[in-house]
């Protein structure tokens, strides 16, 4: 089992009123953004932004993070192999199947398994769908000798002009630079 990306879950109001800042921050636009029962949603960045009744919302705040992986079936063996347990069954969503999960230390998650659609067009970056082109190999697995993939930007890899994790593409930062990742 692969983890793909991880998100920090946000809880707005409206999520109209919350993603220009977060475009803003992240340097993006949301790769996804759809409803779900009562809730609206919005993948930008690192971010799951999550918009509704607070009562709505509720109901899936017992979850400290979204973590997409390539295989669903092999979290729930590896969790329960951990002392684990499923406490939300596996259900559909528009992006692919989900559920949510009790760690044994007591963490509670929500592991989703894209559609092999997002994770190619979210994940691996493939030209002629919306994104940039993929990254390399190594990269997209993430640690390297000296560079890791944050959000979809490639940082620490030593080179001059290396972009700044959660920055705009066009920001870069040269040797020296204090702002720099993996001096």
């Known amino acids: 089992m692969t983890v793909l990306k991880t998100y920090a879950r946000l809880w707005v109001d409206d999520l109209d009123t919350s993603l220009p800042l977060l475009r803003t921050l992240t340097g993006a636009e949301p790769d996804l953004r759809f409803g779900f029962g009562a809730i609206e949603l919005a993948a930008i960045g690192d971010f799951l932004v999550i918009a509704g009744p607070a009562t709505e919302r509720a109901r899936y705040a017992h979850a400290s993070a979204t973590v997409i992986v390539d295989n669903l079936d092999t979290v729930v063996a590896e969790l329960h192999a951990a002392g684990g347990e499923v406490t939300t069954p596996e259900a559909a969503s528009p992006t692919g199947r989900y559920l ?8 509670e998650i929500e592991y989703v398994e894209w559609t092999p659609e997002l994770v190619d067009r979210i994940i691996n970056r493939v030209p002629g769908q919306q994104g940039a082109p993929p990254l390399p190999e190594a990269s997209r697995r993430g640690p390297a000798l000296h560079g890791v993939v944050e959000g979809e ?10 972009v700044l994790h959660g920055a705009p593409p066009a920001c870069r930062a040269e040797r020296g630079d204090p702002r720099r990742v993996g001096q």
């Open 100 to 107: 949510y999960a009790r760690h044994a230390g007591g963490a």
């Open 153 to 162: 930007r490639l940082v620490g890899d030593g080179g001059p002009g290396e």
